[in-house]
């Protein structure tokens, strides 16, 4: 039964539809699966009655030939979601038992479309991290190995445990959200297929805050395919955020395998960094060259802010943050520590509850915005990010129809190796992909090849807004050119 | 710039974050580490440059002034450390 995990979102869908196997079946697959897996520290939750629950109602509409779209398909939802009745805590001690009495807009329409929630999935704490080490769980294992070694690595963040879930065969996709990169990096450290749609395509409600102008969630999945199957379930229009474009979801899937030919892919020139490692420029220039030889037209772009992506990030995205987190108060839900007031009874609840990551951020965000400071910073940084979004908005008014990159400076790396010292080293993971949030575009993440200790590396596709499609269709030349990834089992 | 101590705790109970005196030196140092960071920013020319207030342009949705939630005042303090009678408790403010 075990090789039911093995299955893509599309194969399953074609089994159960031939009744080769039942909803339940694959199901208990993927939960045996978990269970042999908790080495890897994927799941913060496992929820097991509840997907056979779901798994024998799937069964029952397939039979009746109700099925939806993703009838009897077993994902895992990052833990940033809230989950009906099923515990939510972001990774974080401060949410500690939180059960919510509602469930997010995106997972309730993967839940009416028929797929089965096998349980909440690990990340960095309220998703601030790139190595999904800062949870309070602890740190998930990417099931990559770099080859002949033991090292235990990071599948990035801050979906962490949604890429290494997917990579390792613990679901058949995943949700995930990315504020600053936590789809794409991720993804790219684990040989799977990531995409952050445009800002406003899916709704934001019920998914823990963040950096509110920033996150966006999406699915991680094993192929582009897959992808832009959970895509069509987790977006659309939802009156509950007042941010989410009430525009048509399109059929994503329709857009695998449509021809790229005459599109114009940009190559900016300003994502050659001084001393990026030869194989990721080799990566990038193979990319380049798969998608021309299936007929797309490459031109240098250059977008000249790109360096300022970051810094304005790390001023806009923690001043959210210390607005979006100060509802964490031990009043009305989460850890409270006991005190003589109710002042430190705040500060006491806010000290324990929040990691150091947080607590960093929150406390940086604090002060850009505080008197005296919100020009220097707050308001230039948005300033910038409008010279940033303008960037890309020259470069598709030339006709580019999207822009390559790679996902990532480097493979993964080990635990405890980056950002010990210095914060700002673990940030650097994010440079490729930050000036996407920031400009509100869609990006994806898709395998492309693998660097000379056997590690995957991935590459990025930025589109126009609200142009997914594109992006399917060109990841999907690379996944075929580049041909699928999978980890060796060692759990 | 940069944050000397006071600055930190400052902050620190402005985001009523509680903050021992052993932990500010090395908050102080990771948080100049983060503000030497982004002083690059200090050489973009923003001349004439709109700050980004709405990431896609839209018209900010409005939906009808009726009431369309409500009656689950046991659903919102299901999560909460301590209450009576659908009110949080805290401790006491008035004297």
């Known amino acids: ?491 | 710039m940069s944050v000397d101590a006071t600055t930190v705790r400052r902050i620190a109970h402005l985001a009523r974050i509680a903050v021992s005196d052993a932990e500010v030196p090395h908050l102080q140092g990771e948080l100049n580490a983060m503000l030497a960071f982004v002083e690059q920013l200090s050489e973009v020319n923003i001349d004439g440059v709109e700050p980004m207030t709405s990431v896609t342009p839209m018209e900010m949705k409005k939906r009808a002034d009726v009431v369309n939630d409500g009656e689950i005042a046991d659903d919102i303090v299901r999560n909460a450390p301590d209450a009576m009678n659908h009110f949080f408790l805290v401790p006491k403010v008035v004297e």
């Open chain 1, 1 to 491: 039964m075990t090789d039911l995990t093995s299955l893509t979102i599309a194969e399953a869908r074609e089994g159960l539809a031939s009744k080769s196997f039942t909803a339940v079946e694959l199901t208990d697959a993927h939960l045996a699966a978990i269970e042999a897996a908790r080495v890897l520290n994927a799941y913060v939750l496992e929820t097991p009655d509840r997907a056979r629950e779901m798994a024998r109602a799937a069964d029952e509409k397939i039979a009746k030939g109700e099925g939806g779209p993703l009838a009897g398909i077993p994902l895992g939802i990052k833990d940033l979601f809230a989950t009906r009745d099923i515990r939510t805590t972001a990774c974080s001690k401060i949410l500690g038992n939180f059960i919510p009495p509602y469930e997010s807009t995106v997972t309730s329409q993967l839940w009416r479309d028929g797929a089965v929630l096998l349980g909440k999935l690990n990340n960095d704490e309220f998703a601030m991290g790139s190595s999904n080490e800062t949870s309070c769980f602890g740190p998930v294992t990417n099931p990559w190995r770099r080859e002949g070694s033991n090292t235990t690595l990071v599948p990035g963040g801050s979906s962490g445990g949604s890429a290494s879930a997917v990579a390792a065969l613990l679901c058949m996709g995943a949700t995930a959200t990315d504020t600053g990169g936590s789809i794409r990096q991720p993804a790219a450290f684990t040989a799977t297929v990531g995409i952050k749609p445009t800002y406003g395509r899916c709704s934001r409600w019920g998914i823990v805050a963040f950096a509110s102008s920033l996150d966006q969630a999406g699915p991680i999945a094993r192929t582009t395919r897959d992808a832009a199957i959970l895509m069509r379930s987790m977006a659309g229009h939802d009156p509950k955020d007042t941010t989410s474009v009430d525009i048509a979801v399109p059929d994503y899937e329709a857009a695998i395998g449509k021809s790229v030919k005459g599109m114009k892919i940009g190559i900016p020139r300003e994502y050659r960094l001084d001393g990026m490692p030869a194989e990721i420029e080799k990566l990038w220039s193979e990319g380049a060259q798969w998608l021309k030889a299936a007929g797309a037209e490459l031109v240098e772009v250059s977008l000249p802010h790109t360096k300022y992506a970051l810094p304005a990030y790390y001023i806009v995205a923690p001043a959210e943050a210390s607005s979006n987190l100060a509802r964490y108060d031990g009043v009305r839900y989460g850890l409270r520590e006991p005190a003589k007031n109710i002042i430190e009874m705040y500060e006491n609840s806010r000290a324990d509850g929040f990691g150091d990551e947080v607590r960093r951020r929150v406390l940086i965000g604090t002060y850009v915005l505080s008197a005296g400071y919100y020009d220097a910073y707050y308001l230039r940084a948005q300033k910038v990010r409008t010279l940033i979004k303008k960037d890309f908005e020259d470069c598709f008014a030339k006709g580019v129809n999207a822009i390559l990159t790679p996902a990532t400076p480097s493979a993964a790396f080990g635990i405890g190796e980056k950002g010990g010292a210095d914060p700002v080293e673990m940030y650097l993971n994010d440079i490729f992909t930050v000036t996407v949030n920031m400009a509100g575009l869609p990006g994806i993440a898709v395998p492309a090849g693998k660097d000379t200790q056997g590690l995957p590396l991935g590459l990025q596709l930025i589109g126009r807004p609200f142009d997914e499609e594109t992006l399917f269709s060109l990841g999907e030349v690379i996944e075929q050119a580049a041909g699928r990834f999978a980890a060796p089992k060692w759990w």
